[in-house]
């Protein structure tokens, strides 16, 4: 095993000669700047434009050590099964964190579920017993949830990642039905309120409504868009879409199954990224290295890994986001991560499916 010192040299003369800073160097610091004089002052922290992520959803961040790899600078984890102390402990190791967490499903094992109304739940998701789609259109529904952003902020949260909202897109089994039109109106609600406790709020996928939600959120997180060759519904997010506006980061998460015959360094930073074997099924035979460009768009022109396909920030992970990551220069980091027996949806399943687009699970080879 290296030790952290050795580490550094080593991977600086296998780091490829454009490589953004992905170590513990700051963020892009002209970029945060700028952002910071054009937008409005708010109270709550908002992340910069340009900027890496680690999302870690299986497990949760071990800080025991009192530190944290990568310093991406904004980790989003999960809100009910993270600690506290472990979030306060992230900010003072100079991490901001996004709380994840379901708004617009019901899971039958949260300490919350008695507050559901019969009315408020609809179909079972297919596969995933327990866990229901919520009718965002009503009250009550609002008033659960907003007990799950009073918690957020008591835990310290930077800003939460409140998921499911494209109910609209689902067979959920509600008359008349939900439709985007809804899923705006309560994401509205929403982030009025999250605001109005020092957070910032982001928006996953939910292409259709990017346009209306614009306002009302702080960044956006969007998965496979490379995969299902959406990535250009976000132009007009991570650019100005209208005069007086600037642009909002968007945080994008495509999926690799590997495996790594090298060794890591104590604090888990891959020493050998050549020894990766990387595979994703919907680009097969491609080389690690032109996966991981097709992955992170840098074959589009004029595209590098410091100049990103329509300012999206790309990272390449495996579909139980766990502690690995891959980023688009092709360093490897692993998060240290502990178990929390975090709860399955379903005998088997991960937890985090939620986070997967529905359909998308079983054909990426979840479990
Ligand atoms: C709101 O969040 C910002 C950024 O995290 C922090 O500096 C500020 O102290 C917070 N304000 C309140 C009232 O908690
Ligand atoms: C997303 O991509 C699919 C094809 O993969 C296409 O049918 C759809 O219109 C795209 N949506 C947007 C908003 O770009
Ligand atoms: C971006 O906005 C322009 C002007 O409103 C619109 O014509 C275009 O379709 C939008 N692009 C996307 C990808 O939504
Ligand atoms: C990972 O491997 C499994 C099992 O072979 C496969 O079903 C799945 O599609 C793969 N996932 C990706 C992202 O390629």
Not at 177 to 188: E, Q, S
Not at 224 to 247: D, E, L, M, S
Request: aromatic share 10%; glycine share 6%; net charge neutral.
């Amino acid at each position: 095993m290296v030790r952290s010192p050795m580490v550094v040299s080593l991977i600086g003369s296998l780091a490829v000669s454009n490589a953004i800073p992905t170590g513990d160097l700051p963020l892009s610091e002209p970029v945060v700047a700028e952002r910071m004089e054009a937008q409005p002052a708010v109270s709550y922290w908002t992340p910069p434009l340009k900027s890496n992520i680690q999302f870690v959803l299986t497990g949760i961040p071990d800080v025991a050590e009192n530190y944290i790899r990568p310093k991406v600078g904004i980790y989003e984890i999960d809100m009910f099964y993270t600690p506290e102390a472990t979030i306060r402990k992230m900010n003072e190791l100079g991490q901001k964190v996004i709380c994840y967490f379901s708004a617009a499903t019901a899971e039958n094992w949260r300490d919350d579920y008695k507050n559901f109304q019969k009315a408020d739940l609809g179909l079972e998701l297919p596969d995933w017993p327990g866990e229901k789609y919520l009718d965002i259109r009503r009250d009550n529904v609002f008033k659960v949830i907003s007990k799950r952003i009073d918690l957020a902020a008591k835990k310290g949260c930077n800003a939460i990642e409140p998921d499911n909202v494209d109910v609209y897109s689902n067979d959920n089994g509600f008359k008349p039905a939900i439709v985007p039109d809804d899923t705006v109106k309560y994401l509205h609600k929403v982030s009025a309120y999250a605001r109005s406790l020092n957070m910032s709020v982001g928006i996953k996928n939910c292409i259709e409504i990017l346009g209306p939600i614009f306002d009302d959120v702080d960044f956006a997180i969007s998965e496979q868009c490379v995969q299902y060759h959406n990535c250009t519904a976000y132009t007009n997010f991570t650019t100005a879409p209208r005069a007086n506006t600037i642009g909002k980061p968007v945080f994008e998460v495509e999926y690799v199954n590997y495996t790594y015959t090298g060794e890591w360094s104590d604090d888990g930073v891959a020493l050998q990224p050549e020894l990766f074997k990387t595979k994703n099924v919907d680009f097969p035979g491609l080389t690690n290295e032109k996966l991981r460009r097709k992955l992170c768009n840098l074959d589009e022109p004029g595209v590098t890994v410091d100049k990103p396909y329509l300012k999206i920030n790309t990272i390449i992970k495996t579909l139980d986001l766990d502690g690995f990551i891959m980023f688009c220069d092709g360093k490897v980091e692993k998060t240290k991560t502990k178990d929390v027996g975090q709860r399955r949806g379903a005998p088997g399943k991960m937890l985090r499916r939620s986070w997967v687009r529905e359909k998308e699970w079983r054909r990426m080879g979840g479990t």
